[in-house]
Structures are given as structure tokens and as C-alpha cells.
């Protein structure tokens, strides 16, 4: 919470308007206040803080706009179990309990904001500046109509949000992380060490002998578990796609040029230019800078003097659609390259426009784009018929028809998935190749039962996969017939890791005896290395758990560790530490603080605000809470 708290300082629109929702991610609540959520009756209440009220429909809401931002995310939708299992629904509650315990302390203490400080804040906003740096009052109606706000309740949201930035300011405060600290944190990130190794694989296990019948019967006793088979379903799938579709309808070249012509603004690259420009606050400057600039005076002179940045001189190359003020973009576009306008009368000031660079439009022949063309009018020809096809399906569904059945008689093919497991894989241990929407089929396959019909998922190309559970195969203890290649694969593995550990062990007890690790290392056939510089963000040649190990050994001590294979093992000795300084003026020892003086605020604020729920009184409807999750999670996008 507290980091954004701070963060919030600095940018408050930024956080009220744009970035509610992220802030869900990385608090467990919030500081800043979503308009009108502490109403509603008693009877659908979700929770209830001192007398504020949070309703059902109102944390609904909340719900369905931060799964709907996560879907965006990940590029596809959020299923309820997702959601239950990421703590979503607790997260926002925490949220909502968290900013009513403020603002119900906030009118314990009496704390109040003036309508002239809302307004003059809300002024001093760059957000809300226009070209000319002063507020604008129709960019700022603009920017909150478009975050979904009213006037009235942007105002109120931010006296609110104003009020919990007082509140975690004094608590917070500036605090001055301890020196010890600090050096104990950069010591951890930055500390460097350097070893001497030695690799060790199954080619230095030794020959390993074949195993008698009576050890490989023995490790299958003592193993049952690992080589016992999975539950598996077989599933028939009736797949509906417009990407299945699509490749079966022609689309005649008379078709596609019609489509061309009337789509053909798709086609046109717009002509470019490079603007620049410079606002000035009334036409009597701006008539003067032009007189200047007849008079010889250099673009970049006049700004200069008007104090203007070169990145807020130049629009950039654009299009003429892409300016925003219809005026500057007229004059732009009338000048030739390199010429300069008189002063124009834009939206907000007056302003000289420069053209830099022009490049021309161009219209790309129907030649090139036919072939474009021609799957463009498939895939939207395609996305009727799967919508005429899921109707027909979904009739045979209704009448009782068998997927299978439906498959036959629409001449759809039905996929039979002859065992699946819950991780995807069938009975051979490999995973089964281009399931559609793998997770969520396998979820809902594994949730199911043997005749129940179930909802089609749909695909991200709009087509549907209906499913159907032929038959349900109990996990069960595989006979040592089934599996006696696998125990024979995995008792020699065991007995090459077996023969490694010893190795290594007998290495690392003759250094620890003095022993020169350079000798020991070509009596034993293995190659010293030497590796400088390692930190705990790890090496290319070395793995995380070696790193590990290394930063728990103390200099001139020797180890070994596990690779990331079952037959990988490292013997190490630590030949040098390299302890880093804390340079406090430095920029990295800044930001360092900065993090630790955040975590320190965080804690004090979290404490607090723990501490005033209990004074407050905090209640949660969990029976209300379900409900707000149920009815959220009927249609998700």
C-alpha cells in the first residue's frame, strides 16, 4: 500500500484514473478512493466498517473490471477457479475494508480539504495542461469523461484521496532507514565471490553394471508411487473454428475487388510531415515572432527564447488526422517542406507551425493485396457459417444427440482424445498435441462426469469446441511388466547420482584436508574451472542451486551442490569474497534507500491501519461475498 502511497504524490491522476485497478496487483489496499462504493443496504452488504457499508453490487463491479484487466493481460479470460485461486476477491475486499478504515479516521480527526485547494491542485496538474503549460479545462473534462468519471465524483474521489495521502504522510513520514540496513541489503545484491570447480556428469560415474532382476524388482517395491498411472479421461472433441472454416470457402476475384474498393482506405498510406511548433499565449506575440522570423531570426531561436524543449517542439511525423487541432493541422499541411506559417489561431493558443520533412501517400494495389483480400472476406464469410453451424449443434444437443452423433450428421470431425491426464499428457507420458484451449479443457474435463452435457468453449477466433467425457480411467498401480523399462531407467540414474554423491563427497573431504585442488581435479580425470564475479542474481555456466551454495560457504571452504539434472554435481571452493562498498551519494545507494525508506513507511502504515480496523470494527458477510463471486463469475469476457 504504501508504495503507492508514495507514488501516488507525485502522480495522483495518474493513479485515480488510470491506474486503480493495477494497484490491486502489488497492495493489499488502497489509498486512493473509487467513487461512490461505501453505499447500499444492509441486507446485500459484503462488508461493513464502523457504519460504512460495501455492497454487493458495488464490490461486483470492482470484481468484474479487475478480471476484465487481467483477461486484457494474459490475452484470454479469467475462469472463476483462476481467479479463487490468485485471491482476487480477497485482495479487492482488503482494498475496499483498507480505504473505508481511512476515510472513517479521517472524519474522527476532523480532516477536511477546501474546495480552493481541490481546484488548485487539480490545476497544478500537468495532465491537465495544454500545449501553452497552463490547465485547460476542456482537456481536463475530457481525460476524466474518458476514465469514466462525472465532475462531481472526480472531485470527491481525489478530496477523499487527498485526505489518505495526509494520513499515510504523517504516519509514514520521512524515515531514515538504518545504516545497517542499508549496508546489510547492498552487501546481499552486490557482494561478488570467486570459486574454483569441477563438473561432474554420468560419464564420471563409472561403467554401471546391468541390474539382477531381484534390484530392479526391489526399486519397483520401494518406488510404486512414482511409476503408478495418472487418472486419464477420453474425450471426444467437436471443434468449430473459423480457422477450420475459413480455408473451405472461395472467394472469387470479382468478390475481392468489390471488397477492395470499398475497404480501400485500409490501403492508402496517408501522406506524413514532420511538424514543429511553437505556442505562444496571444496573437500580438505570435505576430511578433513571425515578423522576427521574416526578418531572419532562426525556428530554433524563437524557441529558445520562448524556453521551449526540443521534445516539445517537434509533433513528430504524423498523419493529418493526427493532429488534434483541426486549425494546426490545416496550416501543416498547406506548407511546403521547410517553409514556416503565420500565426494560427489553434485551440489553445496561437501558434507558428514549421514543416521539417514530408513524405508522400501511397495506395497499394489491389495486385498485392488480393491474396490478403481473398482470406480477409473467408475468415468473415467463415465466422457466418460458425455461427449457422453452432446453432445446429447446439439444436442436436438439445434433441440428445451424442457429439459424436452430431459430428456425422453436420459432416463436422470429431476428435477422439483417447487418455488425457490433468497435466495434459496421454497414456505414452507425452503431451497431447494441439488440444484446443488446453487449460481450460482439461479443468473443466477433470470436473465433469461421464453423459453430462457441458457448455463449448470458445476460441479466440470466435469458433466454439464442444466436449464430451467418453469414459473415465481411475488411477491405478502399474504391474513392474507395465513399467520395467522405466524402473530399469530410473534405477540407473539413481545409481549414477548414488555413485556422483560419493565423488563428490570424497572431493570435498580431501580439499577440506588441504588437499590442491588443481591435483585432485586431473587425478580424477575432471576439468578445474574458474569462475570471477558471481553474484546472487547467478552465472550463464552455473546453476541457481550451485549459486546457492556457494553464497552459504564461507572463503577457503569447499562444497558441492546438485546441477538441474538428476546426474549433474558441482564441487566447488570459495577462493575470494569481494565485500562491496555503500557509497550513499551514489545514484544506485539512492535508489536503494529510496526502496528501504518505502518498506520502512509500508510496515509502519500497514501496522497502522491494521490496528484501526480493529478499533473501528470490521465485519465480513462471507455468505454476500460468495454471492458477489458467483453472479461476477457468470459471464466473464
Known sequence: MLRGIRTATSNWFGKIVMGVIVAFLVVSFAIWGIGDVFQ???TSTVAEVGETEISVDQFRQLYNDRLQQIARQVGRPITPSQARAAGIENQILGTLISEAVLDEHARQLGLGISQAEVARQIRREPAFHGPNGQFDQQRFLYLIRQAGFSEQRFLADHRRSALRRQLASVIGGEIKPPQAAADMVNR??????????????????????????????????????????????????????????????????????????????????????????????????????????????SFEALAAKRDIAETDLDIGLVAKEDILDPAIAEAAFALKEGEVSGPVNGRFGTVLVRVTKIEPGHTTPFAEVEKEVKQGLARDRARNVVSDRRDQVEDELAAGLRVEEIGKKLDIPVRMIEAVDRS??????????????????????????????????????????WYELDDIMPSRERSFDEVKDRVEARWREQEIANRLDAKATELVDKLKGGGWFGELAATSGLKLETAMGLTRRGADKLPSPVIAAVFRTPKDGAASAAGTTPTQRFVFRVTGITVPTFDAQSEQAKQLLDTLRSAYSEDIVGQYVAQLEADIGVSINQAALNQAIGRSADRLP
Open 424 to 465: 495434459g499428457r496421454g497414456a505414452d507420458g507425452e503431451p497431447v498435441p494441439n488440444l484446443p484451449k488446453p487449460a481450460e479443457l482439461i479443468a473443466d474435463a477433470f470436473a465433469t462426469q461421464v453423459g453430462v452435457e457441458n457448455d463449448p468453449l470458445q476460441l479466440s477466433d470466435g469458433g466454439f469446441v
Open 188 to 297: 546481499y545484491q552486490n557482494e561478488q565471490r570467486t570459486i574454483e570447480y569441477v563438473a561432474l556428469n554420468a560419464s564420471n560415474a563409472g561403467e554401471i553394471p546391468p541390474p539382477t532382476p531381484e534390484q530392479l524388482k526391489n526399486y519397483y517395491e520401494t518406488h510404486k508411487v512414482a511409476f503408478r498411472a495418472p487418472e486419464y479421461r477420453k474425450l471426444m472433441l467437436l471443434t468449430l473454428s473459423t480457422e477450420s472454416v475459413a480455408p473451405t470457402i472461395e472467394v472469387s476475384a470479382e468478390d475481392a475487388k468489390r471488397a477492395y474498393e470499398a475497404r480501400q482506405d485500409r490501403y492508402v498510406t496517408p501522406e506524413k510531415r514532420q511538424v514543429q511548433q511553437i505556442v505562444y499565449p496571444n496573437p500580438e506575440d505570435a505576430a511578433k515572432a513571425h515578423q522576427a522570423l521574416t526578418a531572419g531570426t
Open 40 to 42: 447500499g443496504s444492509g
